[in-house]
């Protein structure tokens, strides 16, 4: 049986997107997964999502090797006595790093910049660049007994509540 996404529960999802700003990047280290911290910011209709990175980390390094990612964006834990009742959506997509300059690169910068300002130091380090992640599913979990198997369509949805 399919699980319709309530209203409410698209809500939360794209209150989540859009107000979280770390997510943990699964990526595939040679034949196993590594996780790493990253800052991320979604467009607008939640089709894309961009990190920002060196190329020197492992993750990066994975991503250039494997273009097979995931994202997985959590609630704030607020203390509460169940932490696995926190909303959360892990996100499968495919990474593509997006050179220095490129088109869109400076609106994507200003966006970026907006969400993170402290972060303006490391454009001026030749070894940062962003990567897009193109989401192609995923799995959301709005709280007890409330998942739902999520697609592009389901995120752009979503992006209007």
Not at 27 to 56: C, Q
Not at 66 to 77: H, Y
Not at 85 to 92: D, E
């Amino acid at each position: 049986m399919k699980l319709i996404m309530d209203a409410q529960s698209e809500k939360l999802l794209a209150h989540i997107i859009r107000n979280t700003r770390i997510a943990a990047l699964g990526t595939v280290r040679d034949t196993d997964p590594l996780s790493s911290m990253v800052a991320f910011v979604p467009i607008e209709d939640f089709s894309l999502f961009y990190i920002h990175v060196s190329r020197l980390a492992q993750h990066t390094v994975d991503m250039q090797k494997n273009k097979s990612v995931s994202l997985l964006i959590t609630e704030t834990d607020d203390g509460r006595p169940d932490p696995q009742t926190l909303a959360r959506v892990s996100i499968r997509g495919s990474a593509e790093m997006l050179e220095n300059g490129a088109p869109g690169y400076t609106p994507l910068k200003e966006l970026y910049l907006a969400r993170f300002p402290e972060a303006e130091q490391l454009f001026s380090l030749a070894d940062f660049n962003f990567w897009r992640i193109r989401p192609k599913g995923g799995r959301y979990v709005a709280g007890f007994a409330k998942a739902y198997n999520i697609t592009v369509e389901t995120l752009k949805k979503v992006s209007e509540r």
